[in-house]
């Protein structure tokens, strides 16, 4: 395993809730450094693994797979993975697993914009293909605009004095920095609890870059048809915005958590949830990997 790269979390839990069938088809929606992959391969007995991941660096990590003839790698955002399966002949699959969020490696490589511990560009991009970055997000979105993403995604509760900050700083200074960004954002933080603040409106913007909402939501609404009856689908999440999305979805069927019952008072819903509570890392995991802190695993089985 790449731990370099990323430490996958919840490892051995979210593996032994995917796998019903060793000769099934599985799903690894978020390759990273390919640990889950790693392991899904290891219970498999003539089964399939699919991996899907945007980020090039990923992409590397996989060349190490590819001899394996039970394994294919995609690049490509999960978003699309319902329409892959189906041309791939492979639809509906036994299982899919999605670690959410950022990898460790993309915080650690300065460069990538990702984390405001670091002097870099502001780019945030999972997709280094993509045109989109923080920087350009900052300088050209109108301030309403930013004043949502600050206060949705960031949850920051003086994002309006924030952004008209951002909004005169830019008329003369673009910020194209984090550094820049870290000096802009410091006067609106709270005493000692800076690392939080910054942490909150970094994590708006690289949702934003990476239309981390959208994708999920995509990824939530055809799970149905991604995974046949007594399938799994295993999630993994690090925040309460991505939390509540897939509570939501498992627990009614939609992303509102809308309960809809037919003429019998019957719920309808695709899924049902393994447990009512989600599993979180233990002490011993925490002591290994503290970014682990904030993951949820939830999994549920297709009806």
């Known amino acids: 395993m790449n731990t370099a790269y990323h430490i996958p979390v919840l490892l051995h839990d979210s593996v032994n809730a995917l796998i019903t069938d060793p000769a099934g088809v599985y799903v690894d929606a978020t390759f990273g450094g390919g640990g889950h992959s790693r392991e899904i391969l290891s219970r498999l ?9 945007q980020d090039g660096d990923a992409e590397l990590n996989a ?21 892959f399966l189906r041309l791939a002949e492979v639809l509906p699959a036994d299982g899919l697993l999605a670690d959410l ?18 002097d870099a560009p502001l780019d945030m991009r999972m ?4 045109d989109v970055t923080a920087a350009r997000i900052l300088n050209e979105a109108e301030e309403e605009e930013l004043i949502h993403i600050f206060k949705t995604y960031g949850e920051l509760q003086n994002a309006s004095r924030v952004v008209r900050a951002i909004g005169s700083t830019r008329k003369t200074n673009p910020i194209r920095t984090t550094k820049q960004f870290n000096a802009l954002l410091e006067p ?21 870059v990476n239309k981390e909402m959208q994708v999920l939501e995509d990824l939530l609404k055809s799970c149905a048809e991604i995974v046949k009856p007594g399938g799994k689908i295993v999630f993994l999440t690090y925040h309460s915005l991505e939390d509540r999305l897939v509570k939501n979805y498992i627990k009614t069927g939609n992303l509102e958590g809308d309960l809809k019952q037919d003429i019998y008072g019957n719920v309808q819903k695709p899924f049902e949830a393994d447990s009512n509570k989600a599993a979180t ?15 949820k695993l939830r999994t549920a089985t297709r009806i």
């Open 45 to 53: 007995n003539g089964g399939k693994l699919l991996a899907f991941d």
């Open 63 to 83: 060349a190490e797979f590819k001899l394996n003839p039970n394994f294919q790698f995609v690049r490509s955002n999960f978003a699309y993975i319902k329409n």
């Open 101 to 118: 969020g950022v990898s460790s490696h993309q915080f650690d490589v300065p460069n990538r914009g990702f984390s405001f511990r670091e």
């Open 127 to 130: 997709n280094e293909k993509s």
């Open 188 to 208: 609106f933080a709270p005493r000692h609890k800076e690392f939080k603040y910054f942490a909150q409106a970094y994590q708006a913007l690289r949702i934003t």
């Open 281 to 295: 890392p233990n002490e011993a995991e925490l002591e290994q990997n503290n970014r682990a802190r904030s993951a």
